[in-house]
């Protein structure tokens, strides 16, 4: 069974920067797509950003394009998103997200169900943004 474990979830002020972790385990599958999601109180869940592996194709939200990098230490089995210059709006769980294959995603618009497409989760990890 694949298992992921986020961290790095914490309270920072805006204009601050932030690294979560995810490590995976019980990867039986050639191919995936690592994903990175979160979800704010009353909102739903939303895609913020995706990886595949091989060719490391990435995605990411409009609104955090140029700000969060998403990237994998494939020694350690471990996925990275790194944050920088959080706003408040920003403040969310955050969840890692793995599914078999590759599943590239595009767009600079709103989408919605990119979560139906994978099967594993984290847990989540809580990230505050002060102002």
């Known amino acids: 069974e694949v298992q992921l474990v986020e961290s790095g979830g914490a309270l920072v002020q805006a204009g601050g920067s932030l690294r979560l972790s995810c490590a995976a385990s019980g990867f039986t599958f050639d191919d995936y797509t690592i994903g990175w999601f979160r979800q704010a109180p009353g909102k739903e869940r939303e895609v913020v950003s995706t990886?595949?592996?091989?060719?490391?194709?990435?995605y990411y939200k409009g609104s955090v394009k140029g700000r969060f990098t998403v990237h994998a230490d494939t020694a350690k089995n471990t996925f990275y998103l790194q944050m920088n210059s959080l706003k408040p709006e920003d403040a969310a769980v955050y969840y890692c997200a793995a599914r078999s294959g590759r599943v590239n995603i595009s767009g600079n618009g709103q989408i919605t169900g990119v979560e139906n497409l994978f099967d594993y989760w984290g847990q989540g990890t809580q990230v505050t943004v002060s102002s």
């Open positions: 990886i595949t592996s091989g060719d490391w194709n990435t």
